[in-house]
């Protein structure tokens, strides 16, 4: 049977980026019916320990569980993968290689569009495991774009406000840090602020922000459906 290609979402990380993923991936699918849209199998498990914890020497390898859930997405026949965690592909590239998966990636995808933009300079607002593994500061200084990330006490608030739309508490107050970590990262010479944790999009008043936000989801979304539909 030709058409469109199976997408596995290796999801659950967290729960509410996985829906604001699929929801992405149907706007973005130029679809004039149920039919025109993405075939897709989501593996959704919260149990995966904490990416950024283990990144920065505090936590369980989460390698077995992401082997585990792209094993269950390939035998279900899936054949493109698109993981909606910015710190997962610190540990997916490798995994989906060996499972045969093409793999959309997050961070590339992000990187090609800001490139494509011109930007000289982005602010990251990220886990501290996806600073420390520098998986935006390697994909954006490759393209030459240099990186901006917050200071410790602003990276702090970063990491407060992912753990609030985790825990789907966040509020007014998670919603002002992150603007104001913004502002300061433009402040510094950002040209564009990127939303590179999936929770921070959920939280995060784009229309507040001094300059554009760049939300890798959507980004993903648009190149999961390019791949699909070919």
């Known amino acids: 049977m030709s058409g469109p290609r199976l997408v596995g979402v290796l999801g659950g990380m967290g729960p509410a980026a996985t829906v604001d993923f699929y929801g992405k991936l149907v706007e973005e699918t130029p679809a004039t019916s149920d039919q025109g849209h993405v075939p897709v199998v989501i593996w959704g498990d919260p149990r995966v320990p904490d990416r950024s914890k ?60 800001l490139a494509a933009d011109g930007v000289r300079a982005a602010g990251v607002l990220a886990t501290t495991g996806t600073l420390r593994a520098g998986l935006y500061a390697e994909a954006l200084r490759r393209r030459g774009v240099a990186v901006i990330e917050p200071d410790e006490p602003g990276q702090r608030r970063v990491v407060a406000a992912i753990g609030a739309v985790k825990s789907g508490a966040a509020g007014p107050d998670h919603r ?4 104001e970590v913004s502002r300061s990262l433009v402040d510094r010479g950002a040209e564009r602020v990127v939303a590179a944790c999936t929770e921070i999009v959920l939280a995060l008043d784009a229309a507040r922000a001094p300059v554009p936000v760049v939300d890798p989801a959507r980004l993903l979304a648009r190149r999961v459906a390019e791949l699909a539909l070919g």
């Open 54 to 113: 283990n990144l920065i020497g505090d936590g369980e390898d989460p390698t077995p569980y992401l082997r585990r859930g792209i094993e269950g997405l390939k035998q279900a026949g899936c054949q493109v993968l698109a993981v909606p965690c910015n710190t997962a592909h610190a540990f997916v590239p490798r995994l989906a290689d060996e499972a045969g998966l093409e793999l959309a990636s997050i961070i590339e995808v992000t990187a090609d569009a």
């Open 176 to 179: 002002r840090a992150l603007e």
